[in-house]
């Protein structure tokens, strides 16, 4: 074989390698075998060729970092049965080229940080995010370096970090709707809608669909359930309004793009913190309610932050009066109402917040 032919082959399997590794993480001995035809121990060489490469990259004085840290990347080698298999690591160094090492117990909460999002995600029974999920979960699980003071943990896992889900939706049908709508998102294209809300349905009928261009912004994740919030586009006055994902019948990304509006113009922490749920709309009052005299329902009702302007008057005849701002809308009355006979009075009347529907 010529020079150039060898050249070539090496710069091909380096590439297949190197792809591979970035993708996965991990690739098989075997693989490289299969794939692109070269003997065990030209493996070996081209993979410490590829660590001679990472470390050079690291040395370089002319690459400027913000960040206080960098990271030594390496490709080590792992036995696995009768086979063996390349693995891409990432290890942390300070300024001094320290190695920052995770201990156990430091291992231990990122893996239930993992695990406690996989579990919520999971919940919603959707392909796409449960996927993603689990391949970053077994990428790190197989990073790990105290495999064998972890494993007790790993097998008591589910037990351990249990998410116990609200009336969960069933979004498996809704995978390519939930994917265009990311994809919407992460790369400012507005998208063409069929949508089917609650609120158009009139006595008698089963369901209304109207199509719409929307400008989206934000998945949120409420009561085990998946909300856009986004601006609908060729209305009079366009705001941001709250879509429920499965009420979609059709998502497709439009080649129009638009411009992601900045943190002062719209950020969803301080929208839904204005109201109870996600639904927004409805004309903002001030609403008051008078809570009946039970120090326990005070301290459950003081703990949580229901409304961004909430605020409690200890009564002197021991009750509790909430006042807050919100718009008034269906989940602002059912969220009163579930209180039952504990409120004892609201203003404005439940009978007068139903009539401005």
């Known amino acids: 074989m010529e020079e150039k032919e060898v050249k070539q082959k090496k710069s091909l399997a380096l590439a297949y390698i190197l792809y591979k590794l970035l993708i996965n993480y991990e ?20 993979i410490n060729d590829l ?17 206080d840290n960098q990271y030594n990347i390496s490709i080590r080698s792992q036995r696995e049965g009768f086979g063996k298999k390349y693995i891409l690591y990432f290890i942390e160094q300070d300024k001094e080229g320290n190695y920052k090492k995770m201990d156990a117990l430091e291992q231990m909460d990122a893996i239930a940080t993992l695990a406690l999002a ?3 995600l999971k919940s919603i029974r959707n392909e796409h995010l449960t996927r993603e999920t689990e391949h970053i979960f077994n990428m790190f699980k197989k990073s790990l370096t105290y495999k064998d003071s972890v ?15 609200y009336a969960p939706k069933d979004y498996s049908k809704h995978t390519e709707i939930l994917k265009n709508i990311l994809i919407g998102i992460y790369n400012k294209k507005v998208l063409k809608c069929e949508y089917s809300p609650v609120y158009m349905l009139k006595k008698g009928e089963r369901e209304v669909v109207y199509t719409t261009c929307i400008e989206p912004y934000s998945v949120v994740f409420h009561l085990n359930a998946l909300y856009l919030i986004g601006k609908e586009r060729g209305t009079e006055n366009p705001r941001e309004k709250t879509y429920a994902i499965d009420r979609f019948k059709k998502v497709e990304v439009s080649g129009e793009t638009f411009n992601y509006p900045s943190e002062g113009e719209y950020n969803p922490a301080n929208l839904c913190l204005t109201y109870i749920g996600v639904i927004s709309g409805g004309e903002i009052k001030k609403i008051c309610i008078r809570f009946c005299n039970d120090s326990k329902l ?11 302007s ?10 509790l009066t909430m006042s807050f701002m919100s718009p008034v809308n269906i989940e602002l009355i059912r969220w009163i109402q579930s209180f039952g006979d504990d409120v004892i009075g609201v203003e404005p009347p439940i009978s007068e917040l139903k009539k401005s529907l």
């Open 51 to 67: 660590n001679i490469f990472f470390k050079s990259i690291i040395k370089r004085k002319d690459v400027e970092t913000t960040d």
């Open 151 to 165: 494993r007790s943990f790993f097998l008591n896992l589910d037990r351990i970090f249990y998410y116990h889900p």
């Open 27 to 46: 690739i098989e001995e075997s693989e490289i075998v299969d794939e692109i035809g070269v003997k065990k121990r030209t493996i070996k060489k081209y």
């Open 310 to 319: 909430q605020k409690f008057t200890q009564e002197d005849d021991g009750t």
């Open 118 to 120: 996989k579990s919520i």
């Open 298 to 308: 005070h301290k459950i009702l003081k703990e949580r932050h229901w409304f961004k």
